[in-house]
T-cell receptor, first 110, second 113 residues
Framework: TQLLEQSPQFLSIQEGENLTVYCNSS?????LQWYRQEPGEGPVLLVT?????EVKKLKRLTFQFGDARKDSSLHITAAQPGDTGLYLC??????????FGTGTRLQVFP | DTGVSQNPRHKITKRGQNVTFRCDPI?????LYWYRQTLGQGPEFLTY????????KSRLLSDRFSAERPKGSFSTLEIQRTEQGDSAMYLC???????????FGPGTRLTVT
C-alpha cells in the first residue's frame, strides 16, 4: 500500500516567516502534485512535479521532487496571511488515482 | 475556478435514505475521478472513469455505492441506505488520459443524521 506522510501536521507562524512542508513515502511515484484547500472547498492544484530532482517555483513557493521520486518538499518564503490553508501532497503510482498525504494545516498571522 | 461543478453543495439526510450526487467536468476531461474526504484527512480515492467506462473501484466503495458516467460527460455517485459513517465531503475531479493533473470541483458535503 502506498502511503504519503506529511510533516508538520500543523504550522502556525507570523507573516514574513519562511516555512517548509515535507511529504515522504517509501514508495516511488510517477508524479507528485501539491494542492491547497480552503475550508468547505475542493483542493486547488498548485504544481505537478514529474522528474526526480525537479524544482519548480511559483512566486514565493518552491517545490522540489526528491531524486528517487519518493519525497517532496514545499518551501514558502515570506509567508502571508493569504497563504493560510490546508496543503496536500498527492502522488500518482502505477494507476492514475492519486494517493493523498494527511495534509499540513498552515495558519499565517498578520 | 477549475470549471468542474458539483451538485448539491450540501446534503443532509437521515440514516437509511438514498442520496445521489452529480459532477460536471469540463468537456475536455475524458477522465473523471471520485474521492471522499473526512474531517482532518486527505481525500481517498473511490473510483474513476475514462469516458463512460469505469476503470477502477476502491475497496472503500461498498455495495451501497454506485457510480455512473453514462455519456462520458457528467457523472453521478449514489449511496443507498446511508449510514452515519458515510458523512464526508465527496469530491470529483476531471483530467485527461495520460495527463498528470486532476482538477477538483468544490465538493458535496454529506451529513447523515
Amino acid at each position: 500500500t502506498q502511503l504519503l506522510e506529511q510533516s508538520p501536521q500543523f504550522l502556525s507562524i507570523q507573516e514574513g516567516e519562511n516555512l517548509t512542508v515535507y511529504c515522504n513515502s517509501s514508495s516511488v511515484f510517477s508524479s507528485l502534485q501539491w494542492y491547497r484547500q480552503e475550508p468547505g472547498e475542493g483542493p486547488v492544484l498548485l504544481v505537478t512535479v514529474v522528474t526526480g530532482g525537479e524544482v519548480k517555483k511559483l512566486k514565493r513557493l518552491t517545490f522540489q521532487f526528491g531524486d528517487a521520486r519518493k519525497d517532496s518538499s514545499l518551501h514558502i518564503t515570506a509567508a502571508q496571511p493569504g497563504d493560510t490553508g490546508l496543503y496536500l501532497c498527492a502522488g500518482a503510482g502505477n494507476t492514475d488515482k492519486l494517493i493523498f498525504g494527511t495534509g499540513t494545516r498552515l495558519q499565517v498571522f498578520p | 475556478d477549475t470549471g468542474v461543478s458539483q451538485n448539491p453543495r450540501h446534503k443532509i439526510t437521515k440514516r437509511g435514505q438514498n442520496v445521489t450526487f452529480r459532477c460536471d467536468p469540463i468537456s475536455e476531461h475524458n477522465r473523471l475521478y471520485w474521492y471522499r474526504q473526512t474531517l482532518g484527512q486527505g481525500p481517498e480515492f473511490l473510483t474513476y472513469f475514462q469516458n463512460e467506462a469505469q476503470l477502477e473501484k476502491s475497496r472503500l466503495l461498498s455495495d451501497r455505492f454506485s457510480a455512473e458516467r453514462p455519456k462520458g460527460s457528467f457523472s453521478t455517485l449514489e449511496i443507498q441506505r446511508t449510514e452515519q459513517g458515510d458523512s464526508a465531503m465527496y469530491l470529483c475531479a476531471g483530467g485527461l488520459a495520460g495527463g498528470y493533473e486532476q482538477y477538483f470541483g468544490p465538493g458535496t458535503r454529506l451529513t447523515v443524521t
